[in-house]
């Protein structure tokens, strides 16, 4: 079975610096996605970014970019120029052929003004 | 616009007692998923419908069962509820092809004493 491994619970950055949360999967497949979705206080669950896994090229949003690394299954997501907006848990999610999407415990940003 | 709707927002049960929560789409997705989210654990799949017709048993499906009513609409049942499903319940939606991301209902928070 898939399995997303979140090693951090809690994460703090200063209010417009840059911080990177991780995230590594176990998969057999050769073609999946990868998504990380934020999901501040009010509990609503939103997408961030995705990835194809058989795309080289790193995704970006806005201030909102990957670290892909195929080979090591780790992606990785670094927020930039971070708001006091981004202040919410974060979850590393994998989906492929089977369907479903797997999700990971999630890390919990603070972003300290 | 709606999205994805989940009833009700918050519940209250005894041990022993049944009900279910109920989830519809409009956005016409092939695909509809049950999530619970408990500290720690990030969200985990209960049981998902890949299409109208089908259902399938996800991570955790003990104690749950489902129904897919139509396109539009997916409920998941507790027939004898227990204090280990207390938990946070999600919705969920997507159109069929990996790079589709879920779209979530806004929850809902069940208490069992």
């Known amino acids: 079975a898939q399995t997303v491994t979140q090693s951090q619970p809690e994460m703090s950055v200063q209010e417009a610096e840059t911080v990177t949360l991780s995230c590594t999967y176990d998969t057999s497949e050769s073609d999946y996605y990868l998504f990380w979705y934020k999901q501040p206080p009010s509990r609503q669950m939103i997408l961030v970014i995705r990835?194809?896994?058989?795309?080289?090229q790193n995704a970006t949003e806005n201030r909102f970019s990957v670290n892909f690394q195929k080979a090591a299954k780790s992606f990785s997501l670094k927020i930039s120029d971070s708001q006091l907006g981004d202040a919410a848990m974060y979850f590393c999610a994998y989906r492929s052929s089977g369907n479903d999407m797997r999700f990971g415990a999630g890390t919990r940003l603070t972003v300290k003004p | 616009n709606a999205g994805v709707t989940q009833t009700p927002k918050f519940q209250v049960l005894k041990t022993g007692q049944s009900m279910t929560l109920q989830c519809a789409q409009d956005?016409?997705?092939?695909?509809m998923y049950w999530y619970r989210q408990d500290p720690g654990m990030g969200l985990r799949l209960i049981y998902y419908?890949?299409?109208?017709?089908?259902?399938d048993k996800g991570e955790v499906p003990n104690g749950y069962n489902v129904s897919r009513l139509n396109k539009r609409e997916f409920s998941l049942r507790l027939e004898s509820a227990a204090p280990s499903q207390t938990s946070v319940y999600f919705c969920?939606?997507?159109?069929?092809?990996?790079?589709?991301?879920?779209?979530f209902g806004n929850g809902t928070r069940l208490t069992v004493t």
């Open positions: 990835q194809e896994a058989y795309k080289q």
């Open positions: 969920a939606s997507t159109e069929l092809g990996l790079n589709s991301p879920l779209h």
């Open positions: 956005m016409n997705h092939n695909s």
């Open positions: 419908s890949a299409s109208e017709g089908t259902t």
